[in-house]
């Protein structure tokens, strides 16, 4: 909150102090309600900010009895498209002094809105009017406008201006006011109320003063006390529960007694309401839980919606409600269902070190596989049961990379792929360039996949509780029938998935990803919540604005700087966590964006620390060179520092096809990047300079943003590529660690020990999208889809000078 929002506050406070508060004519519920603070579902009637406040009811009841009455009132309060409803009936009131009950059969109704801005600033504005057989209740109207502000943790301010345009049986009622202030001094566990009442035309020497405390205990339970100068004493308590039988709520049962002056009635209460939220510390009553996850197809890292659909969900998703159910009293367990793993294999790696996590708490992860293959099996593993399917085969073929060259269809088509490069394992121009794979590739490549191999047979081994030899003979026999797999306890069971669930237990409750996801769960704290914002960093790096494509992800530098600067210039966001999912790209898009994040280091003290998905490699990697702490999977793809330059010819086309071009240029190298003509050996020599210029920055970035000495720097350098063990060995990556970890670090290195919020950036949203989307597979040949992602880093940048993997892998 800066200081003209401030100013803005106080002078709107100032404008209205003038105006002065005393006894409604119609009652409110018993409560403890303050002006700036009130945990209960009837808040909104003393301030109508409170109807948009985190927590509020969608539904409630209350009933208040008086002492020696049979009859009493009865309060309710309905949520609907973001407007309060309230309905009281009154049997009894007080009379004009507050000293004796009268028969009032008097109806009151009331609606409210209210608009809290970033938990900070708010407003709100309330309506209402009665019916009653008693004409000093009958005929009430009224207006009610309230302000909430909360610009820390331990302090609230309220106003709330009632009876404002006010009248009853025709007559004017003066306005009246409360001035409140709430803090919380040692904990946001106590909370402490101030509020001053008065009506217009008073002093505030005889303002009403009344002290409201509200203590949270075990459990969130609540214990309320309230008292005025007139010495009336309120007592009450407040019980919230959380239920869950699939889907969870969150009711809360209250009770009040009073104990007023002497000649006013006592009066008791006690009521129901239901949050919009969840208190998850709350009484749990469940039965048997089961959150039931879902791994099919592809699965994107950050949310890509659609203005016709509802949200996806995403990797993060994944992993944060792993994370939740863990601590959450009311889940048992987890059933993942697994059929076609979307997933790349550093993915996998972060949902088994969660689901391995959950495991430790005791509670228990059953796989479903409706589908046999290498991820499937490995995400599977780290279940403490897997079931298979009855109607497939059971196969584990093992990991292999598959490279494909394209030199002989593109001289087929009369295309020529001109390249130079800088790093002797740097490959990426030999799918054009050569009909198989160089010594050089082919080292880099078994070492590799050697390591990868290794992760995954001993964490299999580890998981099933099976020897080396045991695990590879699936392999050597490829291809089994269900029961054989069994047999040789690659899985515990033979199942449909309907049955597997039967066999968990008949009696369970499947709790949906996507809608465990978005329960909203109770925040207690005050002023806006700090944030760590997430930039997402996928695809190819190119040059100015990211285009926007489900099929062909990219990251621009114009689009990364824009992230930056708003994820840095943003008070409220305390770290910044960089998730890199990149092969490469432009090398000059590469450098841009890495010096976009050094500028603003300098300028904005803010944590920053990178997170490696299934790739960071080359110019994915380059951009991560700034000194900052790096965390990534053991399996994931990263290093490939070199540099290569790509220009195609058509010439040999343009001759089949019998197309003619003529140049008219000012200077000899201003067709040097033209397609028609191939490069003379001049021109290659000036690109050699250009590319080992470009080459020698790579390294310098690597010496200094890695602090490897400099006579290390070759064997990390010329374009090999490691997997995240390999490059933590090699000092390239810091930590072993997944999304999670490193949002774990930022949160500590931001200083923040409360609740926070993930702010994940970009977010694009694609009209009209859902109703032309395809699979991939339909959409495109497999085989010419590999192709066309494999050209994708050439089609995005035309300049030709390139910080690219050199292939992708993919365990399939």
Not at 93 to 105: F, H, P, Q, T
Not at 184 to 211: V, W
Not at 557 to 585: M, P, Q, W
Not at 613 to 619: C, H, L, T
Request: proline share 3%; hydrophobic share 35%.
């Amino acid at each position: 909150m800066d200081h003209f929002k401030l100013t803005l506050i106080i002078l709107i406070i100032s404008s209205l102090s003038g105006i002065w508060a005393n006894e409604p004519p119609v009652y409110l519920p018993p409560d403890v309600s303050s002006a700036s603070y009130s945990g209960s579902a009837f808040a909104p009637l003393a301030n109508p900010v409170f109807a948009d406040i985190n927590g509020s009811s969608l539904l409630a009841y209350r009933y208040a009895g008086f002492k020696d009455h049979s009859e009493g009132s009865h309060f309710f309060m309905a949520k609907i498209l973001g407007l309060s409803f309230f309905y009281a009936r009154h049997n009894y009131l007080m009379d004009g002094e507050g000293k004796e009950l009268i028969s009032a059969k008097t109806d009151f109704y009331n609606v409210s809105r209210g608009f809290f801005f970033n938990d900070t600033f708010g407003f709100g504005l309330g309506y209402s009017f009665s019916n009653s057989r008693d004409p000093l209740f009958d005929n009430y109207k009224a207006w009610t406008a309230g302000i909430l502000f909360r610009p820390y943790r331990y302090v609230s301010f309220g106003l709330s201006v009632q009876d404002i345009n006010s009248r009853i049986r025709g007559k004017p009622v003066k306005r009246k006011n409360i001035f409140s202030v709430s803090l919380r001094p040692f904990t946001e566990r106590i909370t402490f109320s101030l509020d001053a009442a008065g009506r217009e035309g008073l002093s505030y020497r005889d303002m009403n003063y009344s002290y409201s405390l509200e203590a949270r205990v075990l459990s969130d339970i609540s214990l309320l006390f309230k008292w005025d100068e007139e010495k009336n004493y309120f007592f009450g308590i407040r019980m919230p529960f959380y239920l869950r039988y699939g889907s969870a709520s969150s009711p809360i049962i209250d009770s009040y007694f009073s104990y007023n002056r002497d000649g006013a009635p006592h009066y008791f209460g006690a009521g129901f309401s239901v949050p919009n939220t969840i208190h998850n510390r709350a009484i749990v009553i469940s039965e048997r839980n089961m959150l039931r996850i879902n791994i099919k197809g592809i699965i994107n890292e950050n949310e890509i919606s659609d203005f016709f659909e509802k949200r996806e969900i995403v990797f993060l998703d994944i992993i944060r409600a792993v994370k939740k159910a863990a601590s959450d009293q009311s889940i048992e367990g987890i059933i993942l269902r697994i059929d076609d793993a979307g997933l790349g294999f550093g993915q996998i790696q972060e949902l088994r070190r969660e689901l391995k996590s959950f495991r430790r708490t005791g509670k228990k992860v059953y796989s479903i596989m409706t589908t046999p293959g290498n991820k499937e099996y490995y995400l599977a593993a780290a279940a403490d049961k897997i079931y298979f399917t009855p109607n497939s085969t059971f196969s584990l073929t093992g990991l292999k990379a598959e490279i494909y060259f394209f030199k002989d269809m593109l001289e087929k088509a009369g295309i020529k792929y001109e390249s130079v490069r800088a790093g002797k394992y740097k490959s990426f121009n030999e799918a054009f360039t050569r009909q198989g794979m160089s010594p050089e590739a082919r080292e880099n490549l078994e070492s590799l996949l050697k390591d990868i191999n290794e992760q995954y047979l001993s964490d299999i081994s580890s998981d099933r509780n099976l020897g080396r030899s045991e695990i590879e003979k699936i392999f050597q026999m490829g291809i089994m029938g269900p029961e054989k797999a069994k047999s040789l306890k690659y899985v515990d069971d033979i199942k449909y998935p309907e049955d597997a669930l039967k066999d968990i237990g008949e009696d369970i409750s499947i709790v949906k990803l996507s809608n465990y996801i978005s329960e909203k769960e109770r925040d207690y704290g005050w002023s806006r919540k700090p944030s760590i914002a997430v930039i997402y960093v996928k695809g190819t790096i190119i040059r100015g604005d990211s285009k926007i494509s489900r099929h062909l992800d990219n990251m621009g530098d114009a689009t990364y700087e824009k992230l930056l600067n708003y994820a840095f210039r943003h008070d409220s966001i305390k770290s910044i966590v960089i998730r890199i999912s990149s092969g490469g790209g432009s090398a000059a898009a590469s450098d841009y964006m890495w010096n976009s994040l050094i500028k603003l280091k300098k300028k904005y003290n803010k944590p920053v620390v990178f997170s490696f998905g299934n790739i960071a490699a080359s110019g994915g990697y380059y951009i991560a060179c700034t000194g900052d702490k790096i965390f990534s999977n053991r399996g994931t793809i990263t290093g490939s520092v070199g540099v290569v330059f790509g220009k195609i010819s058509l010439k040999e086309l343009y001759n089949k096809l019998g197309i003619k071009k003529e140049i008219i240029k000012m200077s000899e190298f201003a067709d040097i990047f033209s397609e028609s003509r191939e490069l003379s050996n001049r021109e290659k020599k000036i690109i050699r300079k250009s590319i080992d210029f470009i080459y020698k920055r790579f390294r310098k970035r690597v010496e200094y943003g890695r602090n490897i000495r400099h006579d290390k720097i070759p064997s990390v350098t010329e374009g090999r590529i490691f997997t995240g063990s390999q490059a933590e060995h090699n000092k390239l990556v810091d930590e072993m660690g997944g999304l999670s970890s490193a949002v774990e670090y930022a949160r500590l290195a931001g200083g923040i020990d409360g609740s926070y919020r993930i702010k994940e950036l970009p977010k694009h949203t694609l009209l009209f999208n859902s109703l032309i989307r395809q699979d991939y597979d339909i959409l495109l040949f497999p085989y010419m889809y590999k192709f066309l992602r494999k050209i994708g880093a050439g089609y995005f940048n035309m300049n030709g000078i390139l910080y690219v993997m050199p292939y992708y892998i993919e365990i399939e």
